[in-house]
């Protein structure tokens, strides 16, 4: 296969890699007329045999991969042709078989510099790929300077409601994502939040009542520069589960108490 690279590969986790990995595949697309294929895989963790429940739960998840790649495309705002993959799986072997299947000409991924126990451990997907592709893979490299800010831990571009949306419809979502609270937004304008405490207080009428009757507007925000340590304090303080990140009215991402206890465990 020669260059230039038209049909780009470009596997991502929902973590602070993506819009890197999305970035350089983008850019050499836009240099070469080319297609980035934008893959996300959901790890198969049990085994669905016999158990339709499981299914479910992936499919559910499968589902969430798409529209979180949907709203990173659109930020991205990139004049190049785009197209959305998901899958199911080991996420090594997905892609290796993706890289067959679509004919990739290049694939675009991130390393995540794991040491010791957990390589051992987690394995190295990146690797597994450098190893067994048979077309070039170009490698974004992990930062590990901003390790202290909260863009380092925060979930990018999180699934969020609309105010005209049904107080059901976004119950189904939280449900679906194990979600306590979602954010508001109007207009790619952070709205407001709404939490399950919400969904309780308007039981009975959840289907004929909307987003903008029952959200918060008057939300507590963090950027993606803001220390970790003080959204934990305010996490703390104000008794809640989590805190939009913004970039001006934007909304960036969301830090969760468990996003902030991952950060403790891991970089103490």
């Not at 959305?84 to 991924?109: F, K, N, S, W």
């Not at 300077?145 to 979502?173: G, N």
Request: hydrophobic share 45%.
């Amino acid at each position: 296969m020669a260059f230039p690279y038209r049909r780009i590969l470009a596997p991502i986790e929902f973590d602070e890699t993506a819009h890197a990995v999305l970035e350089s595949a983008m850019r050499i697309g836009a240099q070469t007329g080319g297609t980035v294929f934008l893959t996300h895989v959901v790890p198969m963790v049990i085994a669905p045999t016999g158990m339709p429940n499981y299914v479910d739960i992936y499919k559910d998840q499968e589902k969430i991969a798409q529209e979180k790649m949907e709203a990173i495309v659109q930020r991205q705002r990139a004049e190049v042709k785009c197209e959305l993959m998901t899958r199911i799986g080991d996420p090594a072997h997905e892609i290796l078989a993706l890289e067959r299947q679509i004919a990739a000409d290049l694939i675009v991924l991130a390393t995540h510099g794991r040491k010791g126990v957990r390589r051992m451990l987690l394995g190295s997907v990146a690797e597994a790929v450098l190893r067994d592709a048979t077309c070039p893979v170009m490698t974004v490299q992990r930062q590990e300077s901003d390790v202290h800010l909260v863009a380092k831990w925060m979930t990018p571009d999180p699934i969020s409601a609309e105010p005209a949306e049904k107080l059901a419809a976004v119950r189904a979502k939280m449900l679906s994502g194990h979600f306590r609270s979602m954010p508001v937004v109007s207009g790619g304008k952070l709205a407001g939040i709404i939490t399950d405490r919400d969904l309780r207080r308007h039981e009975g009428y959840l289907d004929h009542t909307e987003v903008r009757l029952a959200m918060t507007t008057e939300v507590v925000t963090v950027g993606t520069t803001t220390p970790i340590h003080e959204a934990a304090k305010l996490l703390l303080e104000r008794k809640i589960g989590a805190l939009p990140v913004v970039e001006g009215e934007r909304l960036v991402g969301v830090i969760s108490t468990s996003d902030v206890l991952r950060a403790f465990v891991e970089t103490t």
